[in-house]
């Protein structure tokens, strides 16, 4: 990691530019995809497939034989550890429903919301080099809590896992698409995969871009998201192993993670650094994590006023404090997708089983998104009822301002019931 210490703030904006590459370009490339999609179907589909995965499919969706034969093909420790994520996931979820409350504004007149789920959600999952069946637990849970009435899968990858964990979010509706296309099939429809309302899921660059294309068609998504990053804010009680494994946590993602180490101590910086070293030389995924680690950066800082400044301003999807007080700092943080409180708080428990959603605003958009919660996946619509009483109570104002804008039929609409 390179090290910088003590920059001007001027500098922060360079400093902390995330690895990513020209997005005009990238949807200049994902723009013809979706275009085939839309035009061709199944048969845009099938090309991609052979030309980019260079696999031949006969049939669109994953075989019923596949998804039933997963379950056998796990450890039984696998899956006991999924069964656990899965109800820690789900209990906090589960939390997140909320009660329809009347409120009557004034006599007669009473106004509430009532949640629904959305009716039509897709799934998408990539294949890439890790199979990520904790991120079905992650998007499927909550649309089944939503209880949304179809939910599509889409994902290159046949890992037993990813197919189990489909399973237990009673998922049924998968299918062997992936990239920019498999958005396109969600958006847009073909003879095999349903149109939905709303995509999920998090993939590389092409796929983002293609989820923000979609989203300019009117078809919801749940965030732009980019690749996976981490900034950790450390001080003298931190431990730099563990600073150092939550670091490589997130670079071991791909060659474009970046991982940020803010810091006022150098002997802290030093020390994360020798750990890194040593971490890295033993890590199977070695190759990616060292060229994330190019991209990334330990900054030295002043004192925690400047580090918070900081750190704000860089929005991580994922914040660990590994400072004293840890819950007291975290009140001074505005803009994080998620934070990670002391020493024993890894950031990989969000990833897959402390409760949380690991489906988080990427390249700085925790300035202006949350991460996926129940909420991702419901609508909240208003209902009101107004009784006679209540319509001679609130009329005179209704019909004061109708005819202040000029509205007289909004007016006339009272007048009639007076």
């Keep these: 990691m390179k090290i910088i210490k003590y920059p001007k703030q001027s500098e922060y904006q360079a400093l902390l530019t995330r690895p990513t590459q020209d997005i005009s370009v990238i949807e200049q490339r994902v723009a013809p995809i979706l275009s085939r999609v839309k035009n061709e179907g199944d048969a845009a589909l099938r090309d991609f497939a052979l030309t980019f995965d260079k696999v031949h499919l006969d049939s669109l969706a994953m075989p019923v034989e596949e998804i039933e034969k997963a379950e056998s093909l796990l450890s039984e420790d696998l899956k006991k550890a999924i069964h656990q994520a899965y109800s ?98 969600m958006a847009y429809g073909t003879e095999s995969i349903p149109k939905v309302y709303k995509i999920f899921g998090p993939g590389n660059q092409y796929v983002t871009a293609a989820k923000m294309l979609v989203n300019k068609e009117g078809v919801a998504i749940d965030m732009p998201a980019g690749p996976s990053e981490v900034a950790v804010y450390a001080d003298d009680t931190a431990n730099p192993a563990f600073v150092a494994a939550d670091l490589l946590s997130q670079a071991e993602h791909g060659i474009d993670s970046q991982v940020l180490l803010v810091s006022t101590s150098e002997k802290i910086i030093d020390a994360v650094n020798e750990e890194l070293s040593k971490q890295l030389a033993v890590l199977p995924r070695a190759a990616f994590a060292s060229q994330a680690l190019e991209n990334s950066q330990a900054i030295l800082v002043e004192n925690q006023e400047i580090a918070l400044t900081l750190l704000n301003e860089y929005a991580a999807e994922h914040l660990i404090l590994s400072v004293e007080n840890a819950e007291e700092v975290s009140e001074k943080i505005y803009q994080a997708g998620s934070i990670f409180l002391g020493n024993y708080t890894p950031e990989s428990a969000g990833d897959y089983a402390s409760g949380t959603n690991h489906t988080l605003p990427t390249n700085g958009y925790a300035k202006a998104y949350s991460g996926v919660s129940l909420d991702s996946f419901v609508k909240k619509i208003t209902v009101q009822h107004i009784t006679q009483e209540g319509i001679k109570n609130l009329g005179k104002t209704i019909i004061e301002m109708a005819e202040a804008e000029s509205l007289d039929a909004h007016a006339n609409a009272v007048k009639i019931r007076l």
């Excluded at 909320?98 to 409120?103: A, D, G, L, Q, V």
């Excluded at 509430?112 to 992650?138: D, H, N, Q």
């Design 88 to 185: 820690n996931i789900y209990k906090f979820h589960e939390a997140q429903k909320s009660t329809p409350e009347k409120i009557e504004t004034m006599s007669g007149v009473t106004c509430w919301r009532k949640t629904v789920g959305i009716e039509k959600v897709g799934v998408y999952i990539p294949g890439g080099t890790a199979p990520l069946f904790s991120t079905v637990l992650m998007l499927g849970i909550p649309a089944q809590i939503a209880a949304c009435r179809e939910v599509v899968l889409c994902t290159p990858s046949n890992h037993p896992a990813i197919l189990y964990a489909a399973s237990l979010c009673g998922i049924s509706k998968i299918f062997r698409i992936g990239g920019a296309q498999a958005v396109a099939a």
